[in-house]
């Protein structure tokens, strides 16, 4: 219908969604990282976890009242699969039924449609009878057949009979036989409407299906749509009357109605159009109604849009202004955050020590009998053989890995913290309130954990460096805790000379060496050294060595931290191999029974990892991912009271 040519399409969004998604983040770059989608359904936005729905494109449609556009389809190609018939045909049959009377002798013919449950039962009954009425059989069919083509084209012989004299004795004969063309022709005329007067049922039934799902609440619809329904009905009962009716009568009428011929079943035809109008008038009322509704409500929105706007640029000269204030304090947010976090990782620590301390109380008799079984071999074994003149120092190893570069990598992340997106650092400062981190931080027992993130941003340092680097800085201020750091992402380059597993490896002797006073008088009798006596370079498996014996070396009352940050930055072709077999030497501290100190491993990464979330079971791996309920304003000062209230606990 040409009315709905000026009815809005359903994929029309709002104009607060479009100032949403397309100006907003011109004002923060807050907005610019966002994955809530809008929902015109929910009138809100939703996260990607929520069902997608598909954006093919529909038919033009009128605009919804609180219905999903997912409910909105086009007409049907068929009107046997109506699902609007339970709605309207039981009330369009009672009224058909109390309006009109049945002709007489219609129920025994057994094509009566009064009382029927459904369209397909009608649908059935006309489909029946009209196929009797065109599908005689045998000799009848053909005649029938070669009377319908002689009516149908009986215009050109009325045009030649006109030319025949006008004279006396023809006179009588000519009024006859035009009497008898003018029957003809309005027969084949009347019958050519009947059997083309359904044929455009598929579209009507298609409009009041779109109307009742689109104006759900409008009566008048409704109405409209029964009253088109009960014209079909009688239509429908009409022509099934015109379909039984004799030949012989038809004939009759044909020539002695006149243009009354068969008046009933061509007005009910009409009557259907017209119904089928007045229901389009109703709908364009409808939808004019409710455009009038949402252009007020747009209006308001708009209101409040510019009003939302002048707050932004107000807010924004108000920052501007303050620009150098905010600057200055600044310095004492951070401080602040950095209080934060570490009263967060505070916390965890105190919980842990406490558990810790249970463990060692529950093994204090197990102990004392291990230390008087190690009395007892000492006086058992012979005298050592005495120590060679040559041995090295901690000095001297420190000569050879030191200094350590982790302290510079902590500063230069924390200088740069405000670079960094800030809803994944928000996201990183969540970190302490997951319950798989704080069950690691906490158990008493060795344990590891590979921490992965979705961040798209790919800068290095990310967010998880900043939670790392305040994390070391809060476990270093305790004197049982050993924190031993490497920023993979900070030394990836293949021409940084502290770039790879291998230096990895060497900062955490470094590291080691710096924390703890180890006794290396018999290092060389555990640790082939002999890369230190030919002045070659330590492989792999050397370095490996080396950091086992030290841990080894740790007593039962201390607490080794391994915090390995950007991982990812090392699954490389060059370094996958030595990566490979670094993390499965430090991996291994957490099961070995031989150590007595406890090992705690941290492996964290940016983006998911391949090769090394293999070395980890699916506990104890923590992927990060923006939530709902999640605070998205980065603060340093919440996190390091969070932290510090997490070793406090422990």
Known sequence: MSNLETIPRLQHQPVAVDFVDNRLPEFHPAFSHSRQKYDAGLDRYVSPSSKMQGDQPGPKTLVPVHVDSQDVCGPPEIMLSMRFWERVFPDAMDRFEKTSQEPKHRSDSGYSIRGLDDWDQVYEKLESCRGKYLNDEGLIKKVKKGWRKFTDNIGPLQEAWKLVPDIDYVTPVRGTVEFLMDAVKRASNTRQQVLQGLDKLDSMFGDIELFLVVFPTEKNVLEAGIELVVSILTAVERLIGFYLKPRGKKAISAMFMGDEYE?????????????????????????????????????QRHKELIKFQLDLKSG??????????????????????????????????????????????????????????????????????????????????????????????IQHILERQEHIVAHERAIAESLVSVPRFREWMVSPTSRELLVQADFTSGRQPSALSVFCSTFLQALRRNEKFIALAHFCGLHADYDDPEAGPRSMMMSFIAQLILQWSFDTSFLHEHVDLSWVEYDDEPDMSDLCALVSWFVHQLPAYTTVFFIIDGVNAYEKERYIQYLTDGLACILDFALDEKIQATVKVLVASPCRTLEVRKGFNDDMILVLAGQHGVNMEASQRQLQHRVSKVLESN
């Open 263 to 299: 008046e009933a079943v061509i007005s009910s035809l009409n009557d259907v159009v017209s119904k089928s109008e007045s229901l389009g008038h109703e709908a364009t009322k409808a939808d004019m109604s409710q455009s009038a509704k949402n252009w007020r409500k747009a209006k």
């Open 316 to 409: 924004q000269e108000r920052i501007m202004q303050n620009q150098d204030s905010h600057a200055q304090n600044l310095s004492k947010e951070y401080q602040a955050g950095v209080e934060t976090i570490r009263n967060d990782i505070y916390s965890l620590m105190v919980e842990y020590e406490r558990n810790k301390e249970q463990l060692h109380e529950r093994n204090a008799a197990l102990e004392r009998e291990v230390s008087d079984l190690k009395t007892t071999v000492q006086r058992l074994t012979p005298s050592p053989i005495p120590t060679p003149s040559w041995h090295i120092t901690p000095d001297d190893l420190w000569d050879i890995f030191g200094p350590s570069f982790e302290t510079l990598d």
